[in-house]
């Protein structure tokens, strides 16, 4: 269906309230790469939120190998949304008759890996007790806000500290930081996210979930970003110059179906 003619209801919850999940999945051709992954956390998110997939994974499956086929993008971006879809009824109370509405898109998608200059957010932080913070929630005001707030400051993405003052995140992936050889992420309890490179990325690094309080995050002497579409170097925190994390690690194999 062309972007044109697609119809979404207007009391549709997840436009309404943010009311659902997503999946971003990088594909090669017309292969999926990690789906299996990506099934099970979009399964467990809307486990989360009391949401029920209205089809079938091999009717998922197929819709996304169509239409890959039918846009022919060499590399893309798949994104499967899930929300509770429409309410007969406005308010915030979910509707029993709720008939969930699940979304597939594609737009063209290289594998990302640019450099990233980034800050330390101070208008927002994630809240690491909130189950939201555990699945890919479409809640993402406090991620715009931050983002935001990099751009102001000059920089391309911004680092999200949770409640207590310890790193989470960035606005869209996840965080790597050596120190002298060591490589550390923030552990699922801090807020951040179990995400879906993370996981692959822990084991290829050698890295340690580990609790990294902010004074820390100045010290360390290269980071990079991860997510499902890539990475990025962090080649400058705050104002600190770092040496690009690439130009001694290539992570296209676990990119590649």
Not at 135 to 154: M, V
Not at 222 to 227: E, K, P, Q, V
């Amino acid at each position: 269906m062309k972007e044109e003619t697609a119809r979404l209801a207007p009391s549709d919850r997840g436009f309404t309230l943010a009311d659902g999940v997503f999946e971003t999945i990088r594909a090669v051709g017309t292969l999926p790469l990690w789906w299996p992954d990506h099934l099970l956390r979009l399964k467990a998110g809307a486990a989360c939120l009391g949401i029920d997939l209205p089809y079938e994974d091999k009717i998922i499956e197929d819709a996304m190998s169509s239409l890959l086929l039918a846009e022919g993008h060499q590399e893309a971006a798949l994104r499967v949304t899930l929300s509770r879809g429409p309410a007969k009824r406005r308010g915030l109370w979910p509707p029993g008759d709720a008939r969930p509405t699940l979304l597939v898109t594609v737009a063209p998608s290289p594998l990302a890996r640019s450099p990233q200059t980034v800050v330390i957010a101070r208008r927002t932080r994630r809240n690491e007790l909130s189950p939201l913070s555990r699945i890919k929630s479409l809640a993402y005001g406090d991620n715009i806000i931050a983002r935001r707030e990099a751009l102001e400051r000059g920089a391309g993405d911004a680092l999200l500290l949770n409640t207590r003052g310890n790193l989470a995140c960035a606005t869209v992936g996840n965080v790597f930081l050596r120190f002298g050889g060591n490589w550390l992420t923030p552990p699922l309890t801090d807020g951040a996210l179990a995400g879906i490179a993370r996981s692959r990325l822990i084991s290829f690094l050698g890295a340690r979930e580990e609790t990294i309080v902010a004074a820390s995050v100045e010290r360390a002497d290269a980071g990079l970003i991860s997510n499902s579409l890539g990475w990025s170097s962090i080649v400058r925190l705050d104002e600190r110059e770092l040496p690009p994390a690439d130009e001694v690690l290539d992570l296209a194999p676990l990119y590649s179906c």
